[in-house]
């Protein structure tokens, strides 16, 4: 039996498994002991670095081998679960578990910090359901385990969100479990009626077997809320509601790994449904994207930044800039090209890079000012050199400025509605881009050009612990800003497939 | 290992030196003479690298080098040829006197960060040898993007609530011209013509006629903010709260010859000269360039503020060198490169002397200067020098470039531009002779007791003043080199 073979349930199981194990650490003992804390963490953390070892073995042989098919049990599709690992999806898997790597490293100080010790271990107890879930939904090829594994993750995350110390983090994830709770039941009424119309769950068969009952109202209804739930879990404009909040209150961490991975996946299972199981000659996509979801991308992206740009709380300006940025990919899904959705992909990469490293470096603020409202924040520059370098840098990349990640995404977005000739869609973007550039702005001249505040003492540059895995995403921002190969060869790829122009 | 010496070493080590630089700024910030040491030697090494290429391309090489490929089939690349290189010669050359009288103005003046200062500075000299040697469009921006960042701490450098406002507006416009103008232009080009490397003659006849190419050509010329065309120059007075050498070596030199060569690149290499004559909807940017030059001039005739008269003089003497290049004739390139050049040195030379006259007299308006040149001869003398450079005398760089850019206007019997340049230089005379007149033949009033400006700032300030000199007598380099872009390149 070779282990290789078994990389695609591994990459689920291996967590899973864990989850549970962090969550027994739970110490009887009061005052509880740090030690089973730090254990957990040690697990979490070590878990994920395999996850992303697991992911990289994965992508390495779809990129090399095509794409993987792993029947779960032994149980042939259609009856038993597939996990099918394509090009799209094996980057996405190496997106969430790179971030689950280095945001679960990072973790340890803030959350002792930030959450009560005996409730250390539950946190990375649901800390790795979460990561489970995000990774289930990658990688199953079943559309019904897709649900399951949604419903995990989310449920995992309202937990994390209301851990948060701020007494608002609970309403938060009261508001993101209500619309979160209805976003996912309009995914399962939508299986439902497609299980109802053909008799299968499996994705690949779906593909197979829609198009003969494709022009009922059925197949339309279940199209309609399964695409709505998704952009509900995609926080896509004007379903964003939840966002800012959950994003703003949750403890820093889990902010940091979430803004990055949780709406890349939804994304990705926006992809998945419309353009693997629909198929890309739906009658229904012109209507749903370019009359639906392109007004609304363009919605997002400029009254999102807009927003944004208003913010006197750092955490709550990404957080806001994140619908923004959401609105980028759903505007190159709607581009419905080859080009559009290699941008969107491209965008997906990048975008979890530069977010992440953006609120791994808020974090490193949070630790030591306790605060990230920007009055707080002032003269920063000074005494945290490498925390607010690493907001500099992560923010030139959010702007899109050439050498960072976040130029490649600029690059591929216009260039895709350039060559639609979409060029109110090309001023939208680029009019958005210096949006951003006010918004990080101000948090930059802030830090670096006004005096500390009276009232808050010095505070000094934050632990290597935390600055070491902020300036691993920012070295991968700058890589990633530099030498593309791997981002935009998987995504033209990717893109190529989901729309049917040849492997 | 030892390397051996090419022009693709010297092309690299022209990036490589003034990082080194970079590091080595910063790991010496702490003893402030060694620090200086630093920045002197690299400034000095990026010369002799600089230099070590001109014969290269003086032979008719084009040596090129591809670091990496940034994006399918648009890498990171650089070729060296003869208008990339008069601007690497210009830059660097500028880079060790300007250091040198950094080094007297920012101890003279207390100023803080100093290290932030060096660093900056050493930043945007890599940033510009990238978009000289820059082989395609992409390059050239990305390079074009850092020296507008790195330069924005500079700018900011005061930390107070002008300086907040200046670099703000100097930020905005310049970014959201690059973003919002230039990307799109560039992107449009790689799109339509499958390639955005620079080439002898275009890349662009063939795939687009008509209207649409004013509008990409307009697109490029605004997206260019750097080259301060109006209604796109408000930069450039609001970067005027930077320190002195900033605005001399940076804000007469790097950044705003960065933007004026761009313009030139993009039409003699993207566009083509043959293919932009041809086309309709192009002859605008004549008349634009015009009117920058004439109306900056009428604006820095109002200025009482040195610095500020200064930057809007720099305003019109850009759209010179966009002028020139406008004609769509190769006289018309020659006579805008030498521009680069002569405008290079007597700028310098002039807001050295304006940073002098601020370190030794404390002034910054011209109503104040009555007499400084009787206790200040070597800085006004040099700032006659440079004035008359500005208004084209004869024994001054000015002349030079001037009589290259009448004699592109004359073949191309162009009687507006003829008409642009003759007020534009006795718009020069207006406001540059006064100043001069007033230094020199008003009496100072009592309470001026002050001398010269520190050694350091009156070597650099002479230093640029001769070579503002020499290029009159020695025109042959300059001359040479601008003369084989219009050959083809």
Known sequence: MNLVQHLPVLQV?????????????????????????????????????????????????????????YELGGW??????EYRVDTLNALVLLVVSGIGAVTSTFARRTVEAEIHPDSLSLFYGAWMLCFTGLLGIAITGDAFNLFVFLEISSLS?????????????????YQYLIMGTIGATFILIGIGLVYMMTGTLNMYDLAQRLPAVDHTRTVHAAFAFMIVGVSLKLAAFPLHLWLPNAYAYAPTAVSAFLAATATKVALYAMLRFAFSVFGPDYALHQLAFQHILLPLSVAAILVASLVAIFQANAKRILAYSSVAQIGYMTLGISLASVGGVTATIVHLFNHAIIKGSLFLALGCVMYRVGSVRLDRMAGLGREMPWTMAAFVVGGLSLVGIPLTAGFISKWYL?????????????????????????????????????PRPGDRDPVAEAPAAMLVPTWILLAANLYFGIDTSIPVGAAAHAARQLLGGGP | MIVPWSPQTAIVLALVVPA????????????????????????????????????????????????VQMLPGVPLAFRVEPLGMIFAVVASLLWPINSLYSIGYMRGNAEHAQTRFYICFAIALMATMGVAFSANLLTMFVFYEVLTLSTYPLVAHHEDEEARRGARVYLGILLSTSIGLLLPAILWVWNTAGTVEFRAGGILDGHMSGPTVGILLAMMMFGIGKAALMPVHRWLPAAMVAPTPVSALLHAVAVVKTGVFAVTKVIVYVFGLDFLRSQPGTGWLLYVAGFTIVAASVVALRQDHLKRRLAYSTVSQLSYIVISAALFTPAGVIGAALQIVAHAFGKI???????????????????????????????????????????????????????????????????????????????NAGYFLPIVYRAFFRSPGAQAIHGEAPAPVVCALVATAGLTLAMFLFPALPLALAQSIAGGG
């Not at chain 2, 050295?352 to 308006?365: C, E, L, Q, V």
């Open chain 1, 76 to 81: 042939a599709p259609p009856w038993g679960i």
């Open chain 2, 20 to 67: 080194l630089g970079v590091v080595g700024i910063d790991l010496a910030s702490r003893w402030p003479n060694l620090r200086e040491a630093v920045t002197l030697t690299a400034s000095i090494a990026l010369l002799l690298v600089v230099l070590s290429l001109v014969p290269h391309v003086l032979a008719g090489e084009h040596p090129s080098v591809t670091l």
């Open chain 2, 349 to 427: 030379t002039l807001f050295f002397a304006a940073g002098s006259i601020h370190t030794a007299a404390h002034k910054d308006y011209i109503s104040d200067m009555d007499g400084v040149g009787r206790r200040m001869p070597w800085t006004m003398g040099a700032f006659a020098i440079g004035s008359l450079s500005m208004i084209g005398v004869p024994l001054t760089a000015g002349f030079v470039s001037k009589w290259y850019i009448l004699g592109g206007a004359v073949g191309a019997d162009q009687g507006f531009m003829l008409l642009v340049m003759v007020a534009s230089t006795l718009l």
């Open chain 1, 157 to 173: 995350s309202y937990v994390l969100i209301a851990m948060g110390n701020d007494r608002r983090a609970v309403a938060a994830a």
């Open chain 1, 414 to 450: 216009v260039l895709a509605a350039v060559e639609r000739g979409w060029w109110p869609v090309v001023a939208v973007i680029v009019v958005a881009s210096l949006m951003a550039a006010i918004y990080v702005w101000r948090v930059i001249e802030t830090a670096y050009l006004k």
């Open chain 1, 13 to 69: 199981a291996v967590p899973l498994v864990s989850a549970p194990i962090c969550a027994l650490l739970r110490s009887s003992e009061r005052p509880a002991g740090m030690l089973q804390g730090r254990l957990a963490w040690a697990i979490a953390c070590g878990v994920s670095w395999a996850m992303l070892v697991v992911a990289w073995l994965l992508f390495e042989a779809v990129r090399d081998g095509g794409p993987i098919v």
